[in-house]
């Protein structure tokens, strides 16, 4: 049997006035599922620092106030080298920018929860919105 690698990633939860950024997946695995923007860790770079990069390659926007939410395990498949990932999720407010999709993002917005319960997820993104957005402070 193969052993298994794991691989830091992370993504965000952007809140901008009680509203939450998800983007729409443009590729496999996740295809036409909506989630927060991420990826993986590059080498050298701390979890906040790929998140930052992550969020700007993927939609252009900058935000402030990183804190990390919830860690997930996300176990992997496949032949040959199967590969784990261990999801930092982290929580932010927009300072600046306006969400456009770019990378493997087909469409970057915000939404509200309402919006968000009726959309094709990504697991975990509603409680993590819930949550973001009860407990949240509004951005700008």
Same mark, same amino acid.
């Given at each position: 049997?193969?052993?298994?690698?794991?691989?830091?990633?992370?993504?965000?939860?952007v809140l901008r006035g009680g509203r939450v950024l998800l983007v729409k997946r443009a590729l496999p695995p996740s295809q036409g599922l909506y989630a927060f923007p991420g990826?993986?860790?590059?080498?050298? /770079? #701390?979890?906040? @620092? +790929?998140?930052?990069?992550?969020? =700007? !390659? /993927? #939609?252009?926007? @900058? +935000?402030?106030?990183?804190?990390? =939410? !919830?860690t997930i395990f996300i176990e992997g498949s496949g032949e040959g080298h199967p590969v784990d990932y261990r999801l930092t999720v982290f929580g932010a407010v927009?300072?600046?920018?306006?969400?456009?999709?770019?990378?493997?993002?087909?469409s970057a917005a915000f939404y509200t929860l309402a919006e968000i319960a009726v959309l094709p997820l990504a697991d975990s993104v509603l409680p993590i919105a819930r949550a973001l957005i009860m407990g949240g402070k509004s951005g700008a």
């Amino acid at each position: 049997m193969e052993a298994r690698r794991e691989v830091p990633a992370v993504s965000v939860a952007v809140l901008r006035g009680g509203r939450v950024l998800l983007v729409k997946r443009a590729l496999p695995p996740s295809q036409g599922l909506y989630a927060f923007p991420g990826g993986k860790v590059e080498p050298g /770079e #701390t979890l906040e @620092e +790929a998140a930052r990069r992550e969020l =700007l !390659e /993927e #939609t252009g926007l @900058e +935000a402030d106030g990183f804190r990390p =939410l !919830e860690t997930i395990f996300i176990e992997g498949s496949g032949e040959g080298h199967p590969v784990d990932y261990r999801l930092t999720v982290f929580g932010a407010v927009h300072v600046g920018g306006e969400a456009i999709a770019a990378d493997d993002a087909e469409s970057a917005a915000f939404y509200t929860l309402a919006e968000i319960a009726v959309l094709p997820l990504a697991d975990s993104v509603l409680p993590i919105a819930r949550a973001l957005i009860m407990g949240g402070k509004s951005g700008a």
